[in-house]
């Protein structure tokens, strides 16, 4: 089964609202990388995190990998939000990463 | 930032037809990926490579080969290329074991 979970798989904002994704694992992983798809294709880094919490403008990311999850939130989205959001997983005793399907992010003027 | 680029973007190839996808980096990361992505899959891991002269097999390493030539360039070849295999194809370096991977643009391959 899919070691990566995330959620929703679709989520529509408007303007200026705020969100949270979901990533949760099957597995203990012992690092989180979340990457935003853009209208381009292009997979463009967000945060990579081995535990606590990541904050770059708008948006924060949070990794608990003893409850085997981790959020990514969006305030005050933007119309450039619009996208794909991807977290990606490696798991303890592995080395590479498990990708989630990812969640459909538009934002509404 | 990171530099990770490919080529060609775009390729159509026919069944059957050999299809080698190049992968350039110059973060001099020791680890290269290449992966696959299929609407409903998300990104699924093919082939990886620790360093120059070594290559792993990933999750769906069934029909592809991978060349790492050097430590900037790292391959992907398809040698008998099967409409099953028509996809966007990305290449990422990475720092270190599970560390931050960065990724190039894609290609997008169509086989017929």
């Known amino acids: 089964g899919d070691q990566v979970e995330q959620s929703p798989s679709a989520l529509s904002l408007h303007e200026g609202t705020g969100s949270a994704l979901r990533c949760n694992f099957t597995?203990?992983?012992?690092?989180v990388q979340w990457f935003q798809q853009n209208s381009r294709g292009s997979l463009i880094n967000l945060f990579y995190?081995?535990?606590g919490t990541k904050e770059n403008g708008r948006l924060k990311s949070t990794f608990n990998s003893k409850e085997s999850y981790s959020t990514l939130h969006i305030r005050d989205a933007q119309l450039e939000d619009s996208g794909t959001y991807f977290c990606?997983?490696?798991?303890?005793?592995?080395?590479?990463?498990?990708f989630g399907k990812g969640t459909s992010l538009t934002v509404i003027p | 930032e990171a530099a990770v680029t490919q080529s060609p973007r775009n390729k159509v190839a026919v069944t059957g037809g050999k299809v080698t996808l190049s992968c350039n980096q110059t973060?001099?990361?020791?680890?290269m990926y290449w992966y696959r992505q299929d609407t409903g899959h998300g990104l699924r891991l093919i082939h990886y490579?620790?360093?120059?002269?070594?290559?792993e097999k990933g999750d769906i390493p069934d029909g592809y080969k991978a060349s790492r030539p050097s430590q900037e360039n790292f391959s992907l070849i398809l040698e008998l290329a099967t409409p099953s295999q028509t996809s966007v194809y990305f290449c990422?370096?990475?720092?270190?074991?599970?560390?931050?991977?960065?990724f190039g643009p894609g290609t997008r391959l169509l086989v017929l």
């Open positions: 973060n001099n990361h020791n680890n």
């Open positions: 990606a997983a490696v798991s303890t005793g592995y080395q590479n990463f498990y």
């Open positions: 995190l081995a535990s």
């Open positions: 990422a370096s990475g720092e270190g074991t599970a560390g931050t991977q960065y």
């Open positions: 490579s620790y360093g120059a002269g070594s290559t």
């Open positions: 597995t203990t992983m012992r690092a």
